[in-house]
Structures are given as structure tokens and as C-alpha cells.
């Protein structure tokens, strides 16, 4: 399909409710009510500080399953604009470099992109700090969704994830970016893996936030 006739089925729609819309990629109403978080929050280990953009509920959760699973690669430039707010107002600074929660091999060639990647990519063009592929993914494991008890999801991703490029890595404050954070279990065996190969320190960053409350501003 050519870029021209491709243009005549395109249709702009909301990225959280699929309302078409004449311009821009979020509808009024969703831009009022989106459940926006309003600050930064513990609860992943090995990281300073987390800044999520919103909750992980009814319309943001449809949204990324769209994204996820149905192609919509498109969302990640609004996502990462949203991010981005997110970080000017909760942590605007403290980082040097992005670095992104990989998939496995297995899944990016089933889905055919990493979403937590273009997620990093596109907030790397908004601030304008460099993103980098810290961390690959040596075994395919079950999704953490499918797997019941924090224990269990932390035994999950033990050993899960390794560090590349650890020269580059050695002494750098890396903000690490994904799409949802849940029990915090994947954000924190990542965060451990980059301190243990020699990160200074380690933030996180995600579109969205499951369950809990944050801290309030600070
Ligand atoms: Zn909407």
C-alpha cells in the first residue's frame, strides 16, 4: 500500500478511547480525565525513584493492550510525551541516559517490535538524552501477568536480563523505561542487573502504574 492511499483509511483517532478526532492524538475528555498520577513512588527495589504518567485502569489499560497486541506502535510518540510531563514535573533531573525494559528475542519476533524500546526512543527525542540498549533478555519466561504471589514473579525474572555495553554503562545514572509497572519484580531484577554492572544509579519510568498509591511530590 502506498503512503498516499495508505493516508485515505488512516482515520486519527483517540489513543484512549478511539474517538475520531480532527486533530492531535487525544481527545478533549480523555485529556480532562485521564487518571494522572501526581508524583513519584517507591516500591521498586534497587531504583531511587519511579515516576509513572498514569494508572493503569479502564481506558489507559485498554490503550495499552491495544499497543501491545493489536500494532498500535503509533501510540508510543503520545505515550512518551505523557512520560515526559510526567518526568518535568517529578523528576526532571538526576539522569544522564534512557535505557529501556527488553523483551525476549522470542516475543520481539512474534511482535515485531519492543514496545518499552520505542517508548525510550521517543522520549530520548523529547528531552533530548541519549538512549541506550543496556539490557537484553537471555530466556524467554512466563509474562509476569500469568504468574500468581510476588515471590514467585521476583523467581521469575532472576537472571533474566544481562548487561551490554557495560563500559559505556560504568558510572552513569540511567532512567529505565517500560511500559507498565505492576509489583515493581521485572523493573527491580533490571535495576539490579545495570547496578551490578556498574551503574551509579538506577531511576524508572513508566506510562503507567498498577495498583498502590505514589508518594506524593517530592
Ligand atoms: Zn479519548
Not at 62 to 71: D, N, T
Not at 89 to 102: A, C, M, N, Q, R
Request: hydrophobic share 40%.
Amino acid at each position: 500500500m502506498t503512503g498516499h492511499i495508505r493516508d485515505l483509511f488512516f482515520i486519527p483517532k483517540c489513543v484512549f478511547c478511539q474517538r475520531i478526532l480532527d486533530s492531535g492524538c487525544i481527545c478533549e475528555e480523555c485529556e480532562r480525565s485521564l487518571p494522572r498520577m501526581n508524583g513519584s513512588f517507591r516500591g521498586v527495589e534497587f531504583a531511587e525513584k519511579c515516576v509513572a504518567a498514569l494508572r493503569y485502569e479502564g481506558k489507559v489499560k485498554e490503550s495499552l493492550i491495544r499497543y501491545k497486541f493489536m500494532g498500535r506502535q503509533s501510540y508510543s510518540a503520545e505515550y512518551a510525551a505523557l512520560i515526559n510531563d510526567a518526568l518535568t514535573k517529578y523528576l526532571p533531573s538526576g539522569w544522564d541516559e534512557i535505557t529501556f525494559v527488553p523483551i525476549s528475542l522470542f516475543r520481539r519476533f512474534k511482535r515485531r517490535y519492543d514496545q518499552a524500546e520505542l517508548l525510550a526512543l521517543e522520549l530520548s527525542r523529547l528531552c533530548g538524552k541519549r538512549a541506550v540498549r543496556y539490557l537484553v533478555k537471555r530466556r524467554h519466561t512466563p509474562k509476569q501477568s500469568q504468574i500468581r504471589g510476588a515471590a514467585a514473579k521476583r523467581a521469575n525474572v532472576t537472571g533474566a536480563y544481562r548487561a551490554v555495553r557495560k563500559g559505556e554503562l560504568r558510572g552513569k545514572r540511567i532512567l529505565l523505561v517500560d511500559d507498565i509497572i505492576t509489583t515493581g519484580a521485572t523493573a527491580s531484577e533490571c535495576a539490579r542487573t545495570l547496578l551490578m554492572a556498574g551503574a551509579e544509579r538506577v531511576y524508572c519510568a513508566a506510562l503507567a502504574k498498577a495498583g498502590g498509591k505514589e508518594e506524593g511530590k517530592s
